[in-house]
Antibody, heavy 118, light 107 residues
Framework: VQLQESGPGLVKSSGTLSLTCAVS?????????WSWVRQPPGKELEWIGE???????NYNPSLKSRFTMSVDKLKNQFSLQVNSVTAADTAKYFC????????????WGRGTLVTVSS | SPELTQSYSVSVSPGQTARITCSGE??????AHWYQQRPGQAPILVIF???ERPSGIPERFSGSSSGTTVTLTITGVQAEDEADYFC??????????FGLGTKVTVL
């Protein structure tokens, strides 16, 4: 199983960030949960949320509602959109898989660095 | 303040034992899981549910738990074990939380 994040690298403050995680070696419709995790420079990892292939999603309640996840079953990928970005959204963004019956992530992508510029 | 606390770094010579701890109140109620992360690489699960080892992970990696502290032990450290190691658990609302990570340096 391989996960590969892709994104713009640089986003302007107040703009929208869109990231995609392409999944290979597994079907996104198999019944796992697909997560986004980010790590700001010098800080711990922060779980953003997870989505099921049906579109059902859970978000970190400590984050404001600027985050939206979606699934594209045909392309076998899932996405994250972050609205009204600020410098605090500068981070390395990872995608990860969690099996439905476990509560840890068994596969991760390498991450993609996103910088929010003013 | 972080909900899971890890020591910043550990330095060991090859063949010695490295112990990495992760502490937090959540660990008295939830399992902990450990990941190895080399620069530019995807994190790799090395221990899940406190002390279980995924297939393909060397036996020198082991985990233990006591109260609000979990420990990842690498017995007989090898040069390839040099990496960052972070713990994962969940808080009382079921939100996943992470430790800041411990840098293991093999001298």
């Amino acid at each position: 199983v391989q996960l590969q994040e892709s994104g713009p690298g640089l986003v302007k403050s107040s703009g929208t960030l869109s990231l995609t995680c392409a999944v290979s070696g597994d079907s996104i419709s198999r019944g796992d949960w697909w997560s986004w995790v980010r790590q700001p420079p010098g800080k711990e990892l922060e779980w953003i949320g997870e989505i099921y292939y049906t579109g059902s999603a859970n978000y970190n309640p400590s984050l404001k509602s600027r985050f939206t996840m979606s699934v594209d079953k045909l392309k076998n990928q899932f996405s994250l959109q972050v609205n009204s970005v600020t410098a605090a959204d500068t981070a390395k963004y990872f995608c990860a898989r969690r099996s439905d019956w476990q509560y840890y992530f068994d596969y991760w992508g390498r991450g993609t660095l996103v910088t929010v510029s003013s | 303040s972080p909900e899971l606390t890890q020591s910043y770094s550990v330095s060991v010579s090859p063949g010695q034992t490295a112990r990495i701890t992760c502490s937090g109140e959540a660990l008295s109620r939830q399992h902990a899981h450990w990941y190895q992360q080399r620069p530019g690489q995807a994190p790799i699960l090395v221990i899940f549910k406190d002390n279980e080892r995924p297939s393909g992970i060397p036996e020198r990696f082991s985990g233990s738990s006591s109260g609000t502290t979990v420990t990842l032990t690498i017995t007989g450290v090898q040069a390839e074990d040099e990496a960052d190691y972070f713990c994962l658990s969940a808080d009382s609302s079921g939100t996943y939380i992470f430790g800041l990570g411990t840098k293991v340096t093999v001298l």
